[in-house]
């Protein structure tokens, strides 16, 4: 049998292709996984709820439902880490705060059920921040423990990151997906808003939250994609199409090589000089397939927008449930924004709205000519010390609600994880993918 450190190095399709074909059982790959963690835990500090008899006990039942010849889905003994602001039967979900410590919920959200139903070992919950803002857990980044992984989404890129698990879950309403991926030096995907469903989970903004997931390679991402993707009455951002598919159309070569806007975007000039440095080298590397483009003045305005809805939306959320639980009970930067929040007026909130909306159909004219734009993940690599990071290139793509991917491509200070992000047009997320593993094969070269 394969030790740990073989089994952990698998990738999610190699793995789920061994269990289909009795290679590999799930209860193997689910043990080699627990044994990672067991190793590394203590000083990754990647999960808060960790069941390893409840995660063995759901790799048993998947291969007896095999032995037995039923049909086996996707992920098919597969562990998945579940960010803990989604809803588990199974588990706490407490949010990343300690006002909602012990609390259960009833029922599975709906990225978990369908996680279930692809065949996945919901194998536990992943630290978050406080409520998914700012202020940090104990999660530490696996390739240096004195830097921050970032937030919100800390645990869930750490755990893929250090090879606890191939795949995991997060959420990103300003940065928390891209910004600990491209930290960690792990893909990492945010949706189109409403691709994913997000009931069932902790709500900060309708408006801005999305759904997003980690992993080692873009056909991993491509993989849990096609499980999650798709419409939920229960979440009416969703809508009722049908849901791309991914692994094929990564599989394809682009019918032309792609052509991509380098947007350095307002908010340019607050990344460190090596960052910058990097991504000038980057656009000339890619020579006629990279043409840089500046975003029209209006759109700087698009970073305060995103932090009124934001704060008005949290404010709106939890202004309650943190007045409960008295000073004490919550961070103070959380309280300052939720004050901050509820003092925004409504003219303000719908102006900001009515920006987002202006800012995404302009943006159209860009992908009619483009296929994505390029820009930094982050203003640098992973800092040290307890602070999340800056989610400022991630800002204004959450606001828009366009899908974003960021790619392991670059490393910077100390040999540190500095991802590469990719932004597509709204609803063709699919083509993303393409286009992020087009360039994931130029730069092979």
């Known amino acids: 049998m394969a030790v740990t450190g073989d089994l952990v190095a698998l990738t999610a399709i190699e793995a789920a292709e061994k269990i289909s074909g009795g290679e590999l059982s799930a209860e193997e790959y689910v043990g080699a996984c627990l044994d990672r963690i067991a190793a590394i835990e203590s000083t990754v500090h990647a999960f808060v709820h960790l069941d390893p008899g409840e995660a063995l006990s759901q790799a048993r039942a998947l291969d007896e439902r095999r032995r037995n010849g039923n049909a086996i889905g996707p992920l098919h003994g597969i562990p998945v880490a579940i960010k803990d602001i989604f809803d588990t039967a199974d588990y706490p979900t407490e949010c990343g705060s300690a006002l909602l410590k012990g609390r259960r919920p009833m029922r599975d959200s709906t990225i978990v059920a369908r996680l279930r139903s692809a065949g996945a070992v919901i194998i536990g919950k992943t630290v978050s921040t406080e409520f998914a803002y700012f202020h940090p857990g104990p999660t530490r980044n696996p390739h240096d423990l004195e830097r921050t992984p970032g937030g919100s989404s800390s645990g869930s890129a750490a755990a893929v990151a250090a090879a606890m698990v191939p795949l995991a879950v997060g959420s990103q309403t300003n940065g928390s997906v891209i ?172 102006a900001a709205r009515d920006a987002a909306r202006r800012y995404r159909l302009g943006l159209d004219e860009i992908f009619g000519e483009y296929d994505a734009i390029l820009t930094p993940a982050t203003m640098g690599v992973a800092p040290k010390g307890n602070a999340t990071g800056s989610p400022a290139f991630c800002t204004f793509w959450s606001l828009v609600g366009l899908p974003a991917v960021t790619l392991p491509l670059l490393n910077g200070e100390g040999g540190m994880p500095l991802g590469v992000q990719l932004i597509g047009q709204a609803g063709d997320d699919a083509r993303l993918l393409r286009t992020a593993n087009w360039l994931n094969g130029r730069l092979a070269v």
């Open 179 to 350: 910004r600990p991926a491209s930290f960690c030096g792990v893909y990492g995907v945010k949706p189109t808003h409403g691709l994913i469903s997000r009931s069932g989970a902790l709500i900060l903004s309708e408006a801005l939250d999305h759904v997003g997931v980690f992993a080692r390679t873009l056909a991993d991402s491509a993989l849990i994609l096609e499980v999650l993707a798709g419409y939920d009455p229960n979440d009416r951002d969703t809508r009722p199409v049908a849901a791309p598919n991914f692994l094929e159309r990564l599989a394809e070569d682009p019918p032309v090589p792609p052509r991509i806007a380098f947007v350095r975007t307002p908010v340019w000039d607050t990344a460190d000089a090596a960052t910058r440095s990097a991504f000038e080298a980057l656009a000339g590397q890619l020579g006629d397939s990279v043409v840089a483009l500046d975003l029209p003045d209006s759109y700087a305005a698009g970073w305060d927008d995103h932090r009124t809805i934001m704060a008005a939306d949290m404010a709106h959320r939890l202004t309650a449930v943190v007045e409960r639980g008295g000073e004490g009970g919550s961070s103070q930067m959380l309280r300052d924004l939720l004050a901050e929040g509820s003092k925004v007026s409504a003219m303000r909130y719908l």
